[in-house]
């Protein structure tokens, strides 16, 4: 059965496709992660930072291992960390339920 949930987007690394202060709906994965594909937006939880869910958009994946990006240049993503394992996604991102005024 799947949780679902919510948060709210704080920073500009997923703009313009979400802002600062939009809220987002989430399926919370618990150990699904094998099944996303590229594209989609997801909740990633690092194992460095443990508490703090960044939102990223799936660039690719390649031995059960994936490469996320914020859709800014200005991003802090793969660029930097390299390869995600799959526990460090979280949730998968469904829609934006509520824009920010921004």
Sequence with gaps: MSKFGTVS?????????????????????EGQANKLERGSIVVIEREERPGIFLIKRIHKFHS???????????????????????????????????RSKN
């Design 9 to 29: 987007v704080s920073g500009q690394s997923m703009q313009p496709t979400y802002n600062d202060g939009d809220w987002l709906l989430v399926r919370w994965l």
């Design 64 to 98: 059960g291992r994936y490469w996320v990006e914020g859709d800014s240049s200005e991003s802090t993503d793969s660029r930097q960390w390299g390869w995600l394992s799959p526990h460090e996604i979280r949730g998968k991102v469904l829609f934006r339920y509520w």
